[in-house]
Every structure is written in structure tokens, then in C-alpha cells.
């Protein structure tokens, strides 16, 4: 289920990035979608795969420092 929403998102984003106007998005036609809220909806899907993946434990993210 999240992966195919992910998906959805993902072509939505190809979508308007290749000069589209308007999409269609789990069977609703929407015209002249915010990118922004596009990125922040596939940030917020990938986060959740990653932690079903994971058992429900969260994910580790490792500090790399300064350079």
C-alpha cells in the first residue's frame, strides 16, 4: 500500500517536472500541484517503508561529521 502511493507521488513529480499542468492521483485529476508539498508527501512515504522495513524500529541515521 505505501509503496504504491510512493509510486504515485513519484510519477506525479516526473510528471510536472516534464512540463505537465495537471495529474491524475489515486483517481482525482489535480491542475498545477505544488511540487513542494509533492517532495514533502514522498519524504514523509519514504520515511514510513523505511520503518515498516525495519521491523517498526525506526531507522539509524550515522553522523558523518565535519569535513
Known amino acids: 500500500m505505501l509503496q504504491k502511493q510512493l509510486d504515485s ?9 516534464d512540463g505537465a499542468q495537471s495529474y491524475t492521483l489515486n483517481g482525482r485529476t489535480l491542475t498545477r ?3 513542494g508539498r509533492l517532495y514533502d508527501q514522498r519524504d514523509k512515504l519514504e520515511m514510513r517503508i523505511a520503518i515498516v522495513k525495519n521491523g517498526g524500529r525506526g531507522f539509524k541515521a550515522k553522523y558523518r561529521g565535519r569535513s
Open 9 to 17: 507521488v513519484n510519477k506525479a513529480i516526473a510528471n510536472i517536472e
Open 33 to 35: 500541484a505544488s511540487l
